[in-house]
């Protein structure tokens, strides 16, 4: 498993790129902004591009995403209650004073136990709403054996889960009951060795929130 994380844009979005070594095919998480950056990440990796996974639509997560896409051929994937918002990422940038991202159409809408496949590598998509209503984590069973780091499971959770924090609801379409529900009846049923990779900031675990998060106690 070739799995890279790495920050992009003015609001430092995680941008996850998960290849398969075997295949050399690839899935890019959350391209928020410097396509050039991600592009030339996947060069050095010798990846191709499968498709494009968006954990919700808002702008820091989808900036990259014509860009990326049209270099590559990839596919735009994004659960279809969050369309809205994708259809409006030229008004959050300037409600935000941001700079205008182009978009491109989705291609494919996912949904709740949808499996997404990388090559060898295969996750599951669990809708996780209450940040915005479409919010998804994807699921990424842990591979190579009983111990070492790819031995452990991955939740690649968007805006939903931080390091000691949850995501904002504050904005359109969200929802604190909502993502409460989401994160005690979906997340915290994960295994504690989950590593969970956020939308912003640094890595944890499932165990580690379910112990220490403020907001979920």
């Not at 182009?102 to 599951?124: A, R, W, Y």
């Not at 929130?209 to 403020?214: G, I, M």
């Amino acid at each position: 498993m070739i799995l890279q994380t790495f920050p992009v844009g003015l609001l430092q979005c995680n941008c996850t790129v998960l290849g398969c070594e075997e295949t050399r095919r690839a899935l890019v998480i959350d391209p928020g902004d410097d396509p050039e950056v991600i592009i030339e990440r996947l060069r050095r990796l010798n990846l191709k591009l499968e498709a494009i996974l968006h954990t919700h639509a808002h702008l820091d997560h989808v900036g990259a995403t014509k860009e990326l896409a049209e270099a590559t051929g990839a596919r735009v994937l994004l659960h279809r209650a969050d369309q809205f918002l994708y259809d409006r990422v030229e008004l959050q940038a300037r409600l935000f004073g941001l700079p205008v991202p182009q978009t491109m159409p989705v291609d494919q809408h996912i949904d709740d136990g949808d499996e997404i496949s990388c090559g060898n590598l295969k996750g599951e998509i669990l809708h996780t709403p209450g940040h915005t209503p479409g919010s998804l984590c994807m699921h990424l069973p842990g591979i190579g054996g009983t111990g070492g780091a790819e031995a452990s499971p991955r939740l690649f959770a968007g805006d939903t889960l931080f390091l000691g924090s949850i995501g904002r609801t504050d904005l359109w379409g969200g929802d604190m009951d909502a993502i409460l529900r989401s994160i005690h009846e979906r997340i915290l049923l994960l295994p504690d060795e989950t590593i969970v990779i956020p939308g912003h900031g640094p890595l944890t675990t499932v165990g580690r929130e379910r112990r220490t998060n403020p907001f979920l106690q």
